[in-house]
């Protein structure tokens, strides 16, 4: 495997379930990021974590809790969500998230619906 | 903050013909970076090209180079000789160079239609 992955790639959920997205980076990077997608808006930054340290929380509602175990993986727990959270859930590595102008490579994306 | 402005929610482009998508931002920093990435429908988003402020020179990467006004802030992408592959939505992004380094703001996107 190379480059940014992400699974499950689609996700259908009920309000009272608890799932768990993950993000995997093979390129040896050192900062990961989780953004949302949705529909007629623009990405939005949720997460940054450097060397492991969240560095980056965007005032993100606490039914979403991130993870990360190594600087390989990185994890969206996710419990008791609302219908307006489907959207499609992208994690991205870039080399040192303190490094200017570094080019963020995404991962395929998570397509999360939520019943 | 740094905001990102697309005022173009969609474009369209004949097949072999050039395309210009806009792109400006507003900010107070001096030293920044900014970046166009291509995402294809349900494939992965990828780097186009990028362009650190303090160069002059428009950044190129073959047939995609940008048209970078520093003065009037704003950063827009052409590409020449389109081809179908290109068909795909645009983000402009933007990543600051000192207190906000490494955070990227994006904006809303510009969705391509390449017609053959």
């Known amino acids: 495997e190379t480059g940014v992955t992400q699974t499950p790639r689609h996700l259908v959920m009920g309000m009272t379930n608890k799932k768990s997205l993950k993000c995997e980076q093979h390129?040896?990077?050192?900062?990961m990021y989780w953004y949302k997608q949705s529909a007629k808006k623009p990405l939005e930054l949720m997460f940054v974590y450097s060397l492991e340290e969240r560095v980056e929380n965007n005032s993100v509602p606490s039914r979403f809790s991130p993870e990360c175990p190594n600087s390989s993986h990185l994890f969206l727990h996710l419990h008791t969500l609302q219908p307006e959270d489907s959207a499609l859930y992208l994690c991205?590595?870039?080399?040192?998230?303190?490094?200017?102008?570094?080019?963020?490579?995404f991962g395929p994306g998570t397509r999360l619906l939520v019943l | 903050a740094q905001t990102v402005t697309q005022s173009q929610p969609e474009m369209s482009v004949q097949e072999a013909e050039t395309v210009t998508l806009s792109c400006t931002y507003d900010t107070s920093e001096s030293d920044y970076y900014l970046f166009w990435y291509k995402q294809p429908p349900s494939r992965q988003m990828i780097l186009v090209i990028r362009?650190?402020?303090?160069?002059?020179q428009n950044a190129t990467e073959n047939r995609f180079s940008v048209n970078f006004q520093k003065a009037a802030k704003s950063f827009s992408l052409k590409i020449s000789d389109s081809q179908l592959g290109d068909a795909a939505m645009y983000f402009c992004a933007y990543s600051g160079g000192n207190t906000n380094a490494g955070k990227s703001t994006f904006g809303d996107g510009t969705t391509l239609t390449v017609k053959p």
């Open positions: 362009q650190e402020a303090y160069k002059q």
């Open positions: 390129l040896g990077h050192n900062a």
């Open positions: 991205a590595s870039s080399q040192d998230r303190r490094g200017a102008g570094e080019t963020q490579y």
